[in-house]
């Protein structure tokens, strides 16, 4: 099943981690998540907040050397662990071989598996998997950097696979939640 169209607003970074918190509840180990946007779009912002939703360890962060970092899972409040954060920034990746070594098989099998720059060569991983797309709803290129990291964006989530059949994902009503 493919569910295509899903479109939530998201005024500010604050909401687009709300939204990336919201989405853990309902992610478990051996999904994978795809992001795509331009540069700045808020990949990154929103896997902040499905860090923070699956209460791993460590700041998600863009990696400036590093292109795949994993969170392990620290224990809930009643002593239970959700599944680890595999998180991957394939912006610097420059071939084929170099994916091949992140070894994302494995991590599919024991992780969530988000992968921002993804779009292209991912979707051979697996047949289930959450695409999600940020982009900035006036569209275009911002003048200046201030410009470009302030204000709305748009995402639009589709949802490949039989994974994902009976799944309530994440809406609107997800954004403006706080802690
Ligand atoms: P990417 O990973 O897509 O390159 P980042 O998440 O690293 O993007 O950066 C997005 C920047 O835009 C951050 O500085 C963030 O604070 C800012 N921002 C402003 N509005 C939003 C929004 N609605 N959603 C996400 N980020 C936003
Ligand atoms: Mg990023």
Redesign the pocket.
């Known amino acids: 099943m493919t569910t295509d169209g899903l479109q939530v607003r ?8 709300a939204w990336g918190r919201a989405l853990a509840d309902v992610l478990r180990a051996g999904d994978l998540v795809v ?1 795509t ?12 907040g499905l860090g923070a939703g699956l209460h791993v360890r460590g700041q998600v962060a ?1 990696p400036t050397f590093v292109i795949a970092r994993e969170h392990p899972p620290l224990p809930r409040p009643d002593g239970t662990r959700g599944p680890a954060l595999v998180h991957v ?1 394939a ?1 610097r990746l420059g071939s084929l071989d170099e994916v091949e070594a992140l070894d994302l098989d494995a991590a599919l099998d024991e992780a969530v598996t988000v992968v ?1 720059w993804g779009e292209g060569w991912v979707e051979g991983l697996t047949d289930d998997r959450l695409e999600l797309r ?1 982009a900035r709803p006036h569209g275009g290129v911002a003048d200046d950097v201030e410009d ?6 748009v995402l639009t989530v589709r949802a490949v696979g039989a994974r994902w059949d009976g799944v309530a994902l994440p809406g609107a009503d997800a954004v403006g939640l706080t802690d």
């Open positions: 998201l005024p500010d970074a604050d909401a687009t981690r992001l946007g331009d540069l700045g779009a808020g990949k990154t912002t929103l896997t902040q863009s920034d912006y921002e940020l470009a990291a302030a204000g709305e964006r």
